[in-house]
């Protein structure tokens, strides 16, 4: 298994501009989350998904789109990225109960100018 | 809401040192408890988990955690720590209502001293 995967590793936009952020799992995952990590606050939750066709907002959602067409795949998109959209951003999975362990991707470290 | 807060930002213990990593949780149920570790430049690692039954939790790497109710605390702690242990370590906690989703605290920052 690859577990979670994120694409690309290293971003730089400019402001304004668009992209989207891949991420893959091949655990059968039903829970799919995306968070971003900035210095001295931890991990925030910016969307998440229940299952194929389900996705919810999280803490910090704005500026930020989620679709979950697949069980797979979890893509996130910046439509028109800002300077306060730079951070590392974390793709996890898991099956969904409440003890369940999360799974983490490695990261994306984004760079708006 | 859900929340957690761990106090400690940064700690720094020599090589071979007990560990304590402090964490607190607000809650009005019993929650599901989390400690992840993240390597610089990686992503985050599960080191131990809570979710009922024996309070004290043992995880990898030769971690424990131990859960008290009446003091909303899950600390993490090491008897005896090794320079790789030099990481972000991360509380969490997750609700019976909300299928997978966590709430994370700030982080600490673990030096260690040779």
């Known amino acids: 298994n690859a577990g979670v995967t994120q694409t690309p590793k290293f971003q730089v936009l400019k402001t304004g501009q668009s992209m989207t952020l891949q991420c893959a799992q091949d655990?059968?995952?039903?829970?799919m989350s995306w968070y971003r990590q900035d210095p001295g606050m931890g991990l925030r939750l910016i969307h998440y998904s229940v299952g194929a066709g389900i996705t919810d907002q999280g803490e910090v959602p704005n500026g930020y789109n989620v679709s979950r067409s697949t069980t797979e795949d979890f893509p996130l998109r910046l439509l028109s990225a800002a300077p306060s959209q730079t951070s590392v951003y974390f793709c996890?999975?898991?099956?969904?109960?409440?003890?369940?362990?999360?799974?983490f991707g490695p990261g994306t470290r984004l760079t708006v100018l | 809401a859900q929340s957690v807060t761990q106090p400690d930002i940064h700690i720094t213990v020599s090589e071979g040192a007990s560990l304590e990593l402090r964490c607190n949780y607000s809650y009005g149920a019993t929650p599901y408890l989390f400690w992840y570790v993240q390597s610089p430049g990686q992503g985050l690692q599960l080191l131990l988990k809570y979710f009922s039954g024996d309070t004290l939790v043992q995880g990898i790497k030769g971690f424990e955690a131990e859960f008290k109710r009446s003091q909303s605390s899950f600390n993490l702690r090491k008897p005896s720590v090794h320079w790789s242990d030099a990481a972000e370590y991360f509380c969490?906690?997750?609700?019976?209502?909300?299928?997978?989703?966590?709430?994370f605290g700030q982080g600490t920052e673990l030096s260690v001293k040779p």
């Open positions: 655990m059968n995952h039903e829970y």
């Open positions: 996890a999975s898991s099956f969904g109960i409440p003890s369940d362990t999360q799974y």
């Open positions: 969490a906690v997750g609700a019976n209502n909300q299928g997978g989703k966590l709430i």
